[in-house]
């Protein structure tokens, strides 16, 4: 593990999110609501 980390993080960048907040937690929602329809 270190070995890859040491070759895959020699010039890491910040993660920027490309959707909204609200559409991501909607997703989300939607998902949960499946999953709990199928229990």
Same mark, same amino acid.
């Given at each position: /593990?270190?070995?890859?980390?040491?070759?895959?993080?020699?010039?890491?960048? &910040?993660? &920027?999110?490309?959707?909204? &907040?609200?559409? /991501?937690?909607?997703? /989300?929602?939607?998902?949960?609501?499946?999953?709990?329809?199928?229990?």
């Amino acid at each position: /593990i270190q070995h890859y980390l040491d070759n895959h993080n020699q010039n890491p960048q &910040v993660f &920027v999110w490309s959707a909204p &907040v609200e559409r /991501i937690l909607a997703k /989300i929602a939607k998902c949960k609501e499946a999953s709990d329809a199928l229990h």
